[in-house]
């Protein structure tokens, strides 16, 4: 039992720190993204943006703030950011002794969330306002 606490602490901790640090890193992943990254290979080869095309510039964008601007680029972080967060809240929760469950446990939730990602992919082919 006491294990988990310690887990628990962690993964509560952890977050916190990295928010902490969050001038130190956003400085490295604006310098990452910018030019030390190579393009997509797929996109490259075929003309058609691949389902993870658009994550570097949703990313950047997050880090600059510009939420709107990012979930047109791609939806995958900011999903994972709020899945995190619900993830996060419960953890807190345990801590607290008032466990809670925010986000469902059962396989339908985590095919549901791919089905979104690729729902979106498919829809930036053809809505001109989602293209990248």
Known sequence: MKAKYIWAWIGVLVPVVGICL?????????????DVLPPCFFYQATGIPCPGCGLTRSVLSLLHGEI?????????????????????????????????????????????????????AVLRLFVPGMQI
């Open 68 to 120: 709107f601007s990012s979930l047109r680029y791609n939806v995958a972080p900011l999903m994972l950011l709020t899945v995190g967060g619900l993830f996060w809240i419960e953890l807190v929760a345990f801590l607290m002794h008032r466990p809670v469950k925010l986000v469902p446990r059962g396989s339908w939730f985590i095919y549901t969330l791919i089905g979104i990602f690729f729902l979106i």
């Open 22 to 34: 969050f001038p130190v890193w956003q400085k490295l992943f604006l310098w990452i993204g910018s």
